[in-house]
């Protein structure tokens, strides 16, 4: 069964600063791998996905996924008290297209004004 | 944006009741998912769904069973609840191709 390890488990950033989460999975077969965002007492909501090698940048995200080292990492750039959730790393499993996620336990995010 | 709604937001149950959490989507996605969430175990698939009238075992399926009736619909029943069965669960919905899952706001289940 597919393992997905997040860290780090919280991290405390000032607003404005870069932030870099990181994601490392079992399988070298899986598909994509997924983050989400999840504010408190909501559900989680999909923010960036990426299939290939190499890096994915929307709006003040990017993700980089390294298929060798099982390992994805997302950045936010300017960091928004906003941006103050949990971020979840999800990845697809393999074999036929089930739609199925495996999920890690998440990096709490706090960014203080 | 897809729309997944949940019902009950919040529900007490004693020990050996019978629960029934449901879920309603807009979006005419055809896969439907039941998640529990807890910590130090993130989330955690339980039940999913390819269309009306198919359910499928996920990761942790014993002492639930789940009913697809429709595709708007897809409810999770805990025949015999348990203590450990207290939790927070999300419903999601999403189609093949796309891959993105789209989650309710979640039931917060306490059973006593």
């Known amino acids: 069964q597919e393992k997905v390890q997040q860290s780090p488990e919280s991290l405390i950033v000032p607003e404005g600063a870069m932030v870099s989460l990181n994601c490392s999975f079992s399988?070298?077969?899986?598909?994509s791998i997924w983050w989400y965002q999840q504010h408190p007492g909501k559900g989680p909501k999909a923010l960036i996905?990426?299939?290939?090698?190499g890096n994915k940048k929307e709006g003040r995200l990017t993700v980089y996924l390294n298929r060798a080292s099982l390992h994805v990492s997302l950045h936010i750039k300017d960091s928004q008290p906003s941006d103050s959730a949990v971020y979840l790393c999800?990845?697809?499993?393999?074999?036929?297209?089930?739609?199925?996620?495996?999920f890690g336990h998440g990096t709490i995010l706090r960014v203080h004004p | 944006e897809a729309a997944v709604t949940q019902s009950p937001r919040n529900k007490v149950a004693v020990t050996g009741g019978k629960v029934t959490l449901s879920c309603n989507q807009t979006?005419?996605?055809?896969?439907m998912y039941w998640y529990r969430q807890d910590t130090g175990h993130g989330l955690r698939l339980i039940h999913y769904?390819?269309?009306?009238?198919s359910t499928e075992k996920g990761d942790i399926p014993d002492g639930y069973k789940a009913s697809r009736p429709s595709q708007e619909n897809f409810s999770l029943i805990l025949e015999l609840a348990t203590p450990s069965q207290t939790s927070v669960y999300f419903c999601?919905?999403?189609?093949w191709g796309e891959g993105t899952q789209y989650f309710g706001p979640g039931t917060r289940l306490l059973v006593l």
């Open positions: 999601a919905s999403g189609d």
């Open positions: 399988d070298s077969a899986s598909q």
């Open positions: 996905s990426i299939f290939s090698n």
């Open positions: 999800a990845v697809s499993n393999t074999g036929a297209n089930t739609g199925k996620l495996t």
């Open positions: 979006n005419n996605h055809n896969n």
């Open positions: 769904s390819y269309g009306a009238g």
